[in-house]
């Protein structure tokens, strides 16, 4: 016999037994997307690679070493989305979804990066995030941010810590990109190789190093909002009286720059203490420049992409999240009693929209059946026994409290289930 083939090393299985805290995420997510007058796009996991290339840009460390990439049967270069941003603004120039009024967007689903797997941190995972296209102004920044805001409150998620930065527009990023290589190279010898590796390849990132020396050595480094001008200081300022004003507490990182190449202006992320080394539960920033980059005419662009898992485990750690419980577990025992309860089941879901019913399956005696029923975690048994499927009745038994035995006519079944039961 074949030994089972097993998952792929960081693709991970999520089980029926977790799936309520994603749909919860999920839901909620829907629901304040909607509210802000976000309209879902889905667009393929598997791009031709320039597509994420150009986007963003080949020295990030996505582009460079964490590519599910390939040829397909043709030769041609493809790869599995690392992320989201990159396809929704190819798909968005494709199907003309640009250059007009304003456009909310948002996605969810898979994304893919060979990286190491840790807590936090997995080959496949799964993001949700928003896209505003055709807006350059601090209000919609405002917006973005709000949204997420909204969010985490509707999970009663406290304790996220908003850091913003700015890296003002390309020219000057350009500008100060090379203010801080002159820097670096200069304190060459104090060092490590993989930051001196990083410093030529994109020394941008070098900012955001978790090694304490080098962030001792940063210390004396120049600041990017020493070369910002006078357009981007006013942009950041007034984003930050937005957020006074709706009261959404924020802290200012010089350091925060984020790994992708496209963002400009405003960055973000939302961090956790509560998740150990992989904190960032939500990033991102504007890119004004990206659907250039992918090929349009110039039209700016804001988003964040959010960590499913990073949160699905910060809502796991909150007690009280119990996956919705089984309502009615339905018991039946004697001759012609499965036919019976297979149409009383039928019925009962279709008249109670949000009914959670499990009919009993494979038979037994009441014993048995009483003990399934137990373990479903259901309120209620109904019974159908030889003698109310002759009388036209269904017996109620309380699984969880203690209560009378009752019974109720078939007709009134319905009704009762819907009045004392089921509560949605
Ligand atoms: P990190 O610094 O943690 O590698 P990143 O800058 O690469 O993050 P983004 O590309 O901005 O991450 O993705 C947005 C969010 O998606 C992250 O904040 C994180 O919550 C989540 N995320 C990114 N990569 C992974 C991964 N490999 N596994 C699980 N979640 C991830
Ligand atoms: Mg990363």
Redesign the pocket.
Known sequence: MNAPIRSIRGMNDILPEDIHVWQLLESAAESVFAAHGFEQIRVPLLEKTGVFTRAIGSAT??VSKEMYSFDDRNGESLSLR??GTAGVVRAALQNGLLYGPVRRLWYGGA?F?Y?RPQK????Q?H?LGAELFGAPGADADAEILALGEQLWSRLGLTGLRLELNTLGNSEERATYRDRLYEFLTAHRADLDEQTRERVERNPLRVL?SKDPAVQALLEDAPLLKDHLGEESRGHFDQLRRYLDRLGIEYHVNPRLV???DYYCHTVF?WITGDLGA?G?????GRYDNLVELQGGNPWPGIG????????VELLRQKTGIEPPPVHVYLVAVGENSTASALELAYDLRAGIPGLRLLVNLNGGSFKTQFKRADRSGASLALVLGEEEIQNGQVAVKFLRRKEQQLTLERDETGDWIRDNIVSI
Request: charged share 40%; glycine share 12%.
């Open positions: 460390d996505v690392p992320e994304m990066r990286e936090g941190r997995s080959r995972f993001q955001d984020r790994g992708l992320e992989q960032t539960v939500c990033a991102g964040f992409a959010m960590g499913e898992e990073r949160l």
